[in-house]
């Protein structure tokens, strides 16, 4: 029997938006911390990567629901302020401090789901693990090439891999550690205690099953709605585990049962989510923003198919290295191929796409405007279109004198 639909998919796709941010009112003047602020209570978290290809990738969620904001009031909110800190929640990300009570029980699964060499050199030195910590504690904060060996040269780049540094990462996934700063988005590592406030780490620690109910809880106002993947893969909860919990909840009146039109599995409303007749969004969002990272729920949402291709051979990509999708109202209308020349202080645009049914000389005009305020933000005087993708032309033609 065709279960009732008690949701359109597009009232789905409105209300995911606005759980997201994407209809709160763009700030009036500087953006603040209160605007920070608003803009992590809609997403729960940042997720951290490496790639700098456009910027990293924590910055940009903000940016794309507040507009251009200097960067440096994240970096100060996070480790000056001690409002977020780093944990493996949605990969690594920076989370607001109150809920490290409920990721204690992943610290305390370290020894099961840490993977690779930091669980090899906890299973196999143990004592020289210790004496890592030994070492953080006497004169952190540290960075791992700080505990290298003095007879084991430096290779040059943050992503060196060195005993010293597996050892860190399983203190930093066992919570025996914590980031305390970045410098050139190098981690240095010091003791929960000299990073966390006092009251977060004396907050009482959760059981693991009413932790879980808790982060699906956040999840689910993340999200406004979604299956039980959605809400599980938010903070990487195994969705087996996250299945009884959201039964729970729904038992509790905590979460509502919802049946969206096209949608193979029921969904999990939240109470606080609303509906907004309409969706005014304009945005480029990152690859690893929470609106998008989630890919079937992207092509469940918005009919987009969604792949990073960064690490896919040069040849075989579709749409490029680093791919912006471009949210206009409520609709995923293109893709753009983005590179930061830095050094001759323009953004590339390597391709441009547009979505089938999207309108391409509104799109273009849209998008040229949108890539022209990234670009200021960004600090590079303009914005340089290449040929690759149907929208390119238009969106080259659409673009501003000097901008080019």
């Known amino acids: 029997m065709t279960a009732r639909a008690d949701l359109s998919a597009a009232a789905a796709r409105r209300i995911a938006l606005a759980a997201q941010g994407f209809t709160d009112p763009a700030p009036a003047g500087r953006v603040d911390r209160r605007h920070l602020r608003r803009v992590l209570d809609r997403t729960g978290l940042l997720q951290i990567d490496s790639v700098n290809i456009v910027m990293r990738a924590h910055y940009m969620p903000l940016y794309s629901r507040l507009g251009p904001y200097p960067r440096t009031l994240l970096d100060d909110y996070a480790y000056r302020d001690r409002a977020l800190f780093e944990y493996w929640a949605h990969e690594a990300s920076l989370v607001p401090v109150a809920l490290h009570p ?69 203190l930093f996934w066992s919570g025996q550690v914590a980031v305390a700063k970045r410098v050139n988005f190098e981690r240095r590592y010091d003791l929960p205690e000299r990073v966390l406030p006092a009251e977060v780490l004396a907050a009482p620690t959760l059981e693991e099953e009413a932790a879980h109910r808790e982060l699906l809880l956040l999840s689910a106002k993340a999200h406004g709605l979604g299956t039980a993947r959605d809400l599980a893969d938010y903070f990487r909860i195994n969705v087996s585990r996250a299945r009884p919990r959201l039964a729970e909840l729904v038992a509790d009146g905590r979460l509502h049962n919802v049946h969206v039109q096209g949608w193979p599995e029921t969904a999990y409303l939240h109470p606080a989510a609303v509906l ?23 092509e469940r949402l918005f009919g987009f198919h969604y792949r990073i291709e960064i690490y896919v051979p040069a040849e075989q990509r579709r749409h490029g290295y680093y791919v912006l999708p471009f949210l206009l109202g409520d609709r995923l209308v293109a893709r753009v191929d983005l590179k930061a020349d830095r050094a001759a202080g323009r953004l590339l645009v390597l391709g441009a796409y547009t979505e089938p049914g999207s309108d391409e000389c509104t799109v273009a005009g849209e998008l040229a405007a949108e890539l022209a305020i990234m670009a200021g933000w960004l600090g590079l005087g303009s914005v340089q279109v290449g040929d690759r993708g149907d929208l390119a032309p238009a969106l080259r033609a659409a673009a501003s004198p000097g901008v080019l």
Request: aromatic share 10%.
């Open 102 to 170: 409920l990721l204690r029980w992943r610290m305390a699964r370290a020894a099961s789901q840490a993977w690779g060499s930091m669980a090899r050199i906890a299973g196999h030195r143990p004592d020289y693990v210790a004496r890592i910590l030994q070492a953080v504690a006497e004169r952190g904060p540290l960075r791992a090439s700080d505990l290298e060996a003095p007879d084991r040269p430096r290779r040059g780049t943050w992503w060196d891999r060195s005993d010293a540094k597996h050892a860190l990462e399983w």
């Open 276 to 298: 907004p007749r309409w969706v005014r969004a304009r945005a480029l969002l990152s690859p690893f923003d929470p609106l998008v990272w989630e890919r079937a729920r992207t």
